[in-house]
Protein backbone atom coordinates (compact mmCIF):
# COMPACT_ATOMS: atom_id res chain seq x y z
CA UNK A 1 0.00 0.00 0.00
CA UNK A 2 1.03 3.38 -0.70
CA UNK A 3 -0.39 6.71 0.33
CA UNK A 4 1.67 8.59 -1.48
CA UNK A 5 2.36 12.18 -0.42
CA UNK A 6 3.45 14.05 -3.64
CA UNK A 7 1.07 16.17 -5.19
CA UNK A 8 -1.71 14.23 -7.32
CA UNK A 9 -0.64 15.30 -10.98
CA UNK A 10 2.66 14.11 -10.56
CA UNK A 11 1.90 10.53 -10.17
CA UNK A 12 1.75 8.94 -13.65
CA UNK A 13 -2.09 6.52 -14.69
CA UNK A 14 -0.80 3.89 -12.64
CA UNK A 15 0.33 5.53 -9.80
CA UNK A 16 -2.84 7.73 -9.33
CA UNK A 17 -5.56 4.50 -10.05
CA UNK A 18 -3.64 2.83 -7.65
CA UNK A 19 -3.14 5.24 -4.59
CA UNK A 20 -7.10 5.72 -5.09
CA UNK A 21 -7.73 2.02 -4.68
CA UNK A 22 -5.18 1.78 -1.92
CA UNK A 23 -6.96 5.15 -0.32
CA UNK A 24 -10.11 3.15 -0.36
CA UNK A 25 -8.83 0.03 1.06
CA UNK A 26 -6.98 2.22 3.82
CA UNK A 27 -11.17 3.79 4.96
CA UNK A 28 -12.06 0.34 5.11
CA UNK A 29 -9.83 -0.70 7.82
CA UNK A 30 -8.79 2.58 9.40
CA UNK A 31 -11.43 2.36 11.80
CA UNK A 32 -10.59 -1.49 12.96
CA UNK A 33 -8.06 -2.96 15.23
CA UNK A 34 -7.20 -5.82 13.82
CA UNK A 35 -7.33 -7.92 10.77
CA UNK A 36 -5.64 -7.26 6.85
CA UNK A 37 -3.92 -4.09 6.62
CA UNK A 38 -5.14 -2.76 10.12
CA UNK A 39 -1.52 -2.21 11.36
CA UNK A 40 0.13 -1.19 8.04
CA UNK A 41 2.28 1.57 8.42
CA UNK A 42 0.69 4.07 6.02
CA UNK A 43 -2.27 4.34 8.13
CA UNK A 44 -0.11 5.66 11.05
CA UNK A 45 -0.29 9.28 9.76
CA UNK A 46 -4.10 9.03 9.83
CA UNK A 47 -4.61 7.31 12.72
CA UNK A 48 -2.78 10.43 14.38
CA UNK A 49 -5.00 12.67 13.31
CA UNK A 50 -7.67 13.58 15.46
CA UNK A 51 -10.73 12.34 12.93
CA UNK A 52 -8.79 9.65 10.91
CA UNK A 53 -11.65 9.09 8.30
CA UNK A 54 -12.04 12.87 7.58
CA UNK A 55 -8.11 12.91 7.29
CA UNK A 56 -8.40 10.48 4.61
CA UNK A 57 -11.72 11.41 3.16
CA UNK A 58 -9.63 15.19 2.33
CA UNK A 59 -6.50 12.73 0.83
CA UNK A 60 -8.89 10.88 -1.16
CA UNK A 61 -10.33 14.16 -2.52
CA UNK A 62 -7.72 15.57 -3.40
CA UNK A 63 -7.52 12.01 -5.68
CA UNK A 64 -10.01 12.18 -7.17
CA UNK A 65 -10.32 15.61 -7.96
CA UNK A 66 -6.46 14.80 -9.93
CA UNK A 67 -8.90 12.20 -12.03
CA UNK A 68 -11.56 14.68 -12.96
CA UNK A 69 -8.89 16.79 -14.60
CA UNK A 70 -7.89 14.66 -16.31
CA UNK A 71 -11.06 12.88 -17.16
CA UNK A 72 -11.03 9.98 -15.02
CA UNK A 73 -14.38 8.83 -13.21
CA UNK A 74 -13.54 8.33 -9.93
CA UNK A 75 -16.40 7.56 -7.80
CA UNK A 76 -16.31 10.38 -5.11
CA UNK A 77 -19.40 9.28 -3.40
CA UNK A 78 -16.91 6.32 -2.38
CA UNK A 79 -15.29 8.31 0.16
CA UNK A 80 -16.55 8.35 3.87
CA UNK A 81 -14.86 11.17 5.35
CA UNK A 82 -15.70 14.60 4.56
CA UNK A 83 -15.38 17.50 6.24
CA UNK A 84 -12.07 20.40 6.73
CA UNK A 85 -8.45 19.30 8.31
CA UNK A 86 -6.05 20.60 9.72
CA UNK A 87 -2.72 20.34 7.61
CA UNK A 88 -1.28 16.98 8.31
CA UNK A 89 2.57 17.81 9.20
CA UNK A 90 4.99 15.87 7.06
CA UNK A 91 8.50 15.63 6.94
CA UNK A 92 11.21 16.80 4.40
CA UNK A 93 12.85 14.08 4.78
CA UNK A 94 9.26 11.75 3.89
CA UNK A 95 8.43 14.09 0.75
CA UNK A 96 12.21 13.22 -0.55
CA UNK A 97 12.02 9.40 -0.28
CA UNK A 98 8.92 9.15 -1.96
CA UNK A 99 9.94 11.53 -4.76
CA UNK A 100 12.77 9.31 -5.57
CA UNK A 101 10.92 6.15 -5.34
CA UNK A 102 8.03 7.26 -8.06
CA UNK A 103 10.59 8.92 -9.77
CA UNK A 104 12.79 5.38 -9.85
CA UNK A 105 9.18 3.58 -10.78
CA UNK A 106 8.46 5.94 -13.49
CA UNK A 107 11.58 5.30 -14.86
CA UNK A 108 11.06 1.84 -16.04
CA UNK A 109 7.02 2.19 -16.69
CA UNK A 110 7.12 5.98 -17.75
CA UNK A 111 10.60 7.16 -18.66
CA UNK A 112 9.18 9.84 -20.62
CA UNK A 113 6.94 11.15 -17.36
CA UNK A 114 10.27 10.40 -15.47
CA UNK A 115 12.29 12.57 -17.86
CA UNK A 116 10.14 15.38 -17.19
CA UNK A 117 10.14 15.39 -13.35
CA UNK A 118 13.96 14.61 -12.78
CA UNK A 119 14.94 18.00 -12.59
CA UNK A 120 12.28 18.86 -9.42
CA UNK A 121 14.94 18.79 -5.78
CA UNK A 122 11.29 18.31 -4.28
CA UNK A 123 7.96 18.46 -5.31
CA UNK A 124 5.08 19.77 -4.24
CA UNK A 125 2.87 17.84 -1.88
CA UNK A 126 -0.14 16.36 -1.68
CA UNK A 127 -2.32 19.81 -0.51
CA UNK A 128 -3.75 17.67 2.60
CA UNK A 129 0.23 18.26 4.02
CA UNK A 130 2.23 20.69 4.87
CA UNK A 131 5.81 20.48 4.59
CA UNK A 132 8.06 20.74 7.84
CA UNK A 133 11.45 19.78 8.82
CA UNK A 134 12.67 16.48 9.19
CA UNK A 135 14.15 13.44 8.28
CA UNK A 136 12.26 10.16 6.82
CA UNK A 137 9.19 9.06 8.69
CA UNK A 138 9.64 6.28 11.40
CA UNK A 139 7.31 4.37 9.85
CA UNK A 140 8.58 4.03 6.32
CA UNK A 141 10.11 1.02 5.46
CA UNK A 142 12.61 2.10 2.92
CA UNK A 143 13.80 -0.30 0.42
CA UNK A 144 17.15 -1.40 -0.36
Not at 2 to 9: A, G, K, N
Not at 20 to 39: C, D, F, M, P, T
Not at 86 to 97: D, H, K, N, T, V
Request: some cysteine; overall charge positive.
Amino acid sequence: MRLWSVHPSLLDRQALVACWREGLLAQSVIGKQSGGYSNHPQLVRFRECDDPMVSLGAFLSAIVDEADARGYRFAREKIVGRGAVPPIPLAEGQLAYEWGHLLAKLRVRSPDRAAELDSRVLPPAHPVFTVVPGPIAPWERPLG
